[in-house]
């Protein structure tokens, strides 16, 4: 089966830290895409990790745990532009399976 | 090196109708994925073509068909347009013998309003 869970909405201050949690269940997983999108816009490449652990990238992190069908994103020193949608993907089979995506609001 | 390119941008038709959008993929891309976003929704992945064929298919119904051609580009077809076919259409292309699925790249979508 395939099913992603993410949360729907969080809210930040700038200049804060924040962690975006996901889980997975992905028959032929392949590994974990998270994407920034902007609202009306299409959604932009942030990570992809495929072996368990951090992967770091100026201000964001993702890491992911197989064995738990688990993955996060961190975001650090956050900036207004970052208030976007983030979307969780895994790979299975070729083809990208999305949650919902979870809201960020950065306020002043 | 233009990414991957999606024409026409914006797309407004009536009920009944039939559109067809554009996808043409990055450079070096063989393999092109179509997908469905509803506001406030993931993207759903509608179907996937290589080497000019459908490869693997969501759950969309049969007015949703595709095609890809010699240059990798790809087209997709919606007949009998419904109200709930409004949504944005991505378009995501990826190299089928890349390491493990590199990063698949979208391009700026197709927002199709149906009236």
């Known amino acids: 089966g395939q099913n992603i869970d993410q949360p729907t909405e969080m809210t930040a201050t700038e200049g804060a830290i924040v962690q975006i949690n996901c889980t997975y269940q992905t028959s032929g997983f392949n590994g974990l895409f998270w994407y920034q999108q902007h609202a009306g816009e299409a959604p932009t490449f942030l990570s992809y990790?495929?072996?368990?652990g951090l992967e770091e990238k100026g201000r964001f992190s993702s890491f992911l745990s197989r064995s738990k069908g688990y993955s996060y994103l961190l975001l650090k020193e956050l900036q207004m532009k970052d208030s976007a949608s983030y979307l969780c993907?895994?790979?299975?089979?070729?083809?990208?399976?999305f949650g919902t995506g979870t809201r960020l609001l950065v306020s002043p | 090196d233009a990414g991957v390119t999606q024409s026409p941008t914006h797309l407004i038709k009536t009920r009944g109708q039939q559109v067809t959008l554009r996808c043409s993929p990055k450079?070096?891309?063989?393999?092109v994925s179509w997908y469905q976003q509803a506001l406030g929704q993931g993207p759903q992945f509608i179907f996937q073509?290589?080497?000019?064929?459908?490869?693997q298919r969501g759950n969309f119904p049969d007015r949703f068909s595709g095609h890809q051609f010699p240059n990798y580009s790809s087209e997709l077809n919606v007949n009998a347009l419904l109200l709930g076919d409004s949504a944005l259409y991505l378009c995501a292309s990826s190299f089928s013998r890349g390491p493990l699925n590199t990063e698949a790249f979208f391009g700026q979508g197709t927002r199709l309003t149906v009236v």
């Open positions: 993907a895994s790979t299975g089979f070729q083809k990208l399976v």
């Open positions: 990790n495929v072996l368990d």
């Open positions: 073509y290589y080497e000019e064929e459908e490869r």
């Open positions: 450079s070096g891309h063989d393999t």
